[in-house]
């Protein structure tokens, strides 16, 4: 398996700087208004909602690459332009992991179960963040719970057995 990222192209590279600008020039006030309205398009220089939908295709895509740090900056920008999307935090959430920063993608996973309810593979995700910052407690509580969604799915499919099986582990190494 090769560890190979490829570079996105020129379109995907522009997109991310202009992300990147977006954010680094990001203040409180800006971030509140993402709360406070909502059209995502309300304001003059905000991005439509089709914008946004094309920018989380590219996250997406980037993501199936492998590319979670390009695909982050995309991510955190819709987040700061629609916080309550949970599939923005949810994706984020997801780079921020995926580049090892367990802490900030614990916190993206609580904001897609605040504003997307509970879901299994979010739950489980945010188990695994858990995990890496020594948190078994919470990581078990949060596997639990994700075992038991999955138990009322019609199709649980894998994310069952994953979460099941490191809940087993958690409580196979606290004894």
């Given at each position: 398996?090769?560890?190979?990222?490829?570079?996105?192209?020129?379109?995907?590279?522009e997109l991310v700087q202009a992300c990147g600008r977006h954010l680094?020039?990001?203040?409180?006030?800006?971030?509140?208004?993402?709360?406070?309205?909502?059209?995502?398009?309300?304001?003059?220089?905000?991005?439509?909602?089709?914008?946004?939908?094309?920018?989380?295709?590219?996250?997406?895509?980037?993501?199936?690459?492998?590319?979670?740090?390009?695909?982050?900056?995309?991510?955190?920008?819709?987040?700061?332009?629609?916080?309550?999307?949970?599939?923005?935090?949810?994706?984020?959430?997801?780079?921020?992991?995926?580049?090892?920063?367990?802490?900030?993608?614990?916190?993206?996973?609580?904001?897609?179960?605040?504003?997307?309810?509970?879901?299994?593979?979010?739950?489980?995700?945010?188990?695994?963040?858990?995990?890496?910052?020594?948190?078994?407690?919470?990581?078990?509580?949060?596997?639990?719970?994700?075992?038991?969604?999955?138990?009322?799915?019609?199709?649980?499919?894998?994310?069952?057995?994953?979460?099941?099986?490191?809940?087993?582990?958690?409580?196979?190494?606290?004894?």
């Amino acid at each position: 398996m090769s560890n190979f990222i490829p570079r996105p192209s020129a379109e995907i590279l522009e997109l991310v700087q202009a992300c990147g600008r977006h954010l680094r020039e990001l203040d409180a006030n800006a971030a509140l208004k993402a709360f406070e309205s909502p059209d995502p398009g309300s304001h003059l220089t905000d991005p439509t909602p089709g914008q946004l939908e094309a920018v989380y295709d590219t996250a997406c895509r980037l993501c199936d690459e492998g590319n979670f740090r390009f695909a982050s900056v995309l991510t955190l920008h819709l987040v700061s332009y629609k916080p309550s999307d949970a599939r923005f935090a949810f994706i984020a959430g997801t780079c921020m992991q995926r580049v090892g920063l367990h802490a900030h993608a614990a916190r993206l996973y609580c904001c897609a179960l605040v504003t997307g309810g509970d879901d299994p593979a979010t739950l489980y995700r945010l188990a695994e963040c858990l995990l890496a910052l020594r948190d078994n407690a919470n990581a078990e509580k949060a596997l639990d719970a994700a075992v038991d969604l999955t138990r009322q799915l019609e199709h649980p499919g894998r994310l069952q057995a994953m979460a099941h099986e490191l809940l087993e582990n958690i409580k196979r190494n606290a004894t």
